[in-house]
């Protein structure tokens, strides 16, 4: 019994004619009526009702019992690939990245993430600023860097956005916020800081 029979006699249910399902399959229908009739025979059962010039007309109980094993074990087989595919994907080893020490209220989030999508890689997480996690990239000590500033502070790098973060200014109730939702950092800057 070969998987390919099922096949067979899966296009054949579905197309309702052995040329169409011949075609379907990118075989000759002779090679087609062959694999049908080896699994008809290692089965010991007919699986097909044949009419006139012993054309398709339908799959007799037994036929329809084995169609409906033919479907399941491609479905298994076509899952199995994926699984196995999936498994091929899955990335392994260690990762080891620098972070900016006030990312240390996200990380947690960020690293979940990766653990549960590639629960093989074991991260090293080190807080370094910029520049250490600049070298580092360069001398390949770190494999990634999290950071607030963009690719040009680290130069010629792929830089990924995580996510947007929005902040907010707190202000003392006065005229000059009156009736604004934003403000610019220009304006920001201009105002006197106070501890």
């Not at 972070?99 to 093989?120: D, G, N, T, Y």
């Not at 990634?144 to 707190?170: M, P, W």
Request: aromatic residues 8%; proline residues 4%.
């Amino acid at each position: 019994m070969f998987l390919r029979q099922f096949e067979y006699l899966v296009a054949v249910v579905e197309e309702g004619h052995f040329g169409r399902a011949a075609q379907r399959c990118n075989v000759t229908q002779p090679s087609l009526s062959i694999g049908i009739k080896q699994l008809e025979a290692e089965l010991g059962v007919p699986i097909f009702r044949r009419g006139r010039g012993k054309r398709f007309a339908g799959l007799t109980a037994e036929g329809n019992n084995v169609a409906q094993w033919a479907r399941k074990i491609i479905a298994n087989r076509d899952f199995m690939r994926d699984e196995v595919a999936a498994m091929q994907m899955n990335l392994h080893g260690k990762l080891r990245v620098g972070a900016m020490p006030s990312m240390s209220p996200i990380l947690p989030l960020l690293l979940q993430r990766v653990r549960e999508e590639h629960p093989k890689i074991v991260m090293d997480v080190q807080f370094l600023g910029n520049e250490a996690m600049k070298t580092g990239l360069n001398n390949f000590s770190l494999d990634a860097a999290l950071t607030y500033y963009d690719q040009e502070v680290f130069g010629h790098r792929n830089a990924l956005k995580i996510y947007c973060e929005k902040l907010s200014l707190l202000v003392p109730d006065c005229e000059q916020f009156k009736g604004r939702s934003q403000i610019t950092w220009r304006e920001a800057s201009s105002f006197p800081l106070r501890c």
